[in-house]
């Protein structure tokens, strides 16, 4: 039986939602409000023809510009790419980039000159992404043990067999720098180096997210109970719900700044990467709100994944945290943590401004995240010489590895 709303809480609601009433039937009838409103939906329109035309010029996709990748692993629907490579000799370690479970990878990937992966492949390293794909309706029923020690664990696999190497480096980004550093706890002698990018360890912080999912008043047995997986629009409105002006707010900017083609162009790739998410399988989503975010068992050393303890203080590789002073996904104590619980002699931390996406995306990232970025992954690889003629042909897929069991993954 659902509870009522406590009494002085729905009291304050109704006055809220009373003033917030009357603030906005006071602005309608401001002529001032209402130009820029409609300036706003003038400009909004031409940002929806922008994309038509790009997305146009790109024969229909989305209208963001991808760097050059062969798929060289698949299972199921998680596949695994390599990026080509731009330079006469790459270092030899590979590096594998692990992103959030319910967003696309290609915040890493986005535009020319935007691209963190393209920098990173332009500078001689081996660079593979992980893409988690599309869960469909029966993929519900694969939890967040099956992703990680499953999943990444055989592209894990995968990515040291095709380039020759005998471990990797790992950068997670968001919710994948939980998972990255998860899995460098389960297989410590597999992970050269690990680098966590804005994710979050401690998860009773001072954020949006830790209040939003608290056990008195979030329950997320009924959800995955109810809906199976967690559907995109559903994830896509409460991060919206999360700071509701905002968009009016870049949309005041976007109206500064039509006449910028960079500018426009960017702010439709990452508007249009904001808004293309997936579905969250429902037993990964049901562990992740009750062991992560309300039972904080990683930062405890209490988290199990398939029956295994999940220690950070096995982490004994270089690890390189960075965070920012500015993000509201995962604020930078959630993130900074993880250098104080690891083992690792060999540990840096870097932090940055800005919001989540802009530290990664955003136009001061080329100046500020990248080169420190190659710089630490430079100081821990070394180069090795290849023949840049007999590197694959982009317009024929790699080989595609079979499943792990008939792998050979003694390392």
């Not at 030899?92 to 963190?116: K, T």
């Not at 931390?349 to 990248?370: C, D, I, N, S, Y």
Request: charged share 20%; proline share 7%; hydrophobic share 40%.
């Amino acid at each position: 039986m659902l509870a009522r709303p406590d009494p002085q809480f729905r009291e304050a609601f109704i006055q809220w939602e009373q003033q917030a009433a009357q603030l906005w039937q006071t602005l309608l009838h401001e002529p001032a409000f209402l130009k820029t409103a409609w300036q706003m939906m003038e400009a909004g329109l031409e940002t929806h023809n922008q994309i038509n035309q790009m997305a146009e010029a790109a024969g229909g996709g989305l209208p963001v510009d991808r760097t050059p990748a062969a798929l060289v692993w698949q299972e199921d629907r998680v596949k695994l790419w390599r990026y080509h490579p731009m330079t006469p000799s790459q270092y030899a370690i590979p590096l594998l980039c692990v992103p959030s479970l319910i967003n696309r990878n290609y915040v890493l990937d986005l535009l020319r000159g935007r691209s963190l992966v393209a920098y990173l492949v332009n500078q001689g390293f081996n660079v593979y992404m992980l893409d988690w794909g599309d869960p469909a309706p029966e993929d519900k029923q694969i939890s967040l043990d099956d992703h990680l020690d499953g999943y990444l664990h055989r592209a894990v696999a995968a990515a040291i067999q095709h380039s020759h190497a005998t471990q990797t480096m790992l950068m997670g980004y968001c919710l994948g720098g939980t998972y990255a550093a998860i899995y460098a706890s389960l297989y410590p002698d597999l992970v050269a180096g690990l680098i966590n990018l804005a994710g979050p360890i401690n998860f009773h912080d001072n954020g949006i997210f830790s209040h939003l999912t608290h056990p008195d008043w979030f329950d997320a047995d009924k959800l995955v109970d109810t809906l199976g997986n967690i559907p995109a629009p559903l994830l896509c409105t409460t991060f919206q719900m999360l700071n509701p002006t905002s968009h009016l707010l870049r949309l005041f900017q976007l109206l500064e700044q039509l006449d910028d083609p960079d500018y426009l162009r960017s702010y439709i790739a990452i508007q249009t990467w904001i808004f293309d998410q997936v579905d969250f399988p429902g037993e990964a989503f049901r562990k992740t709100i009750k062991d992560l975010y309300q039972g904080n068992k990683l930062l405890y050393n209490q988290l199990t994944i398939c029956g295994r303890l999940v220690r950070l203080d096995n982490i004994t590789c270089p690890v390189f945290t960075i965070a920012s002073r500015q993000d509201e996904t995962a604020p930078a104590e959630s993130v900074t943590v993880l250098n104080e619980r690891v083992s690792s002699q060999d540990k840096q931390l870097l932090m940055l401004e800005g919001p989540h996406v802009g530290m990664v995306a955003g136009r001061k990232a080329p100046l500020t995240l990248w080169p420190q970025l190659a710089a630490w992954l430079t100081n821990h690889n070394h180069p090795v010489i290849i023949n840049i003629d007999r590197l694959p042909n982009l317009d024929k897929p790699e080989k595609i590895y079979p499943q792990m069991s008939e792998m050979n993954t003694d390392f």
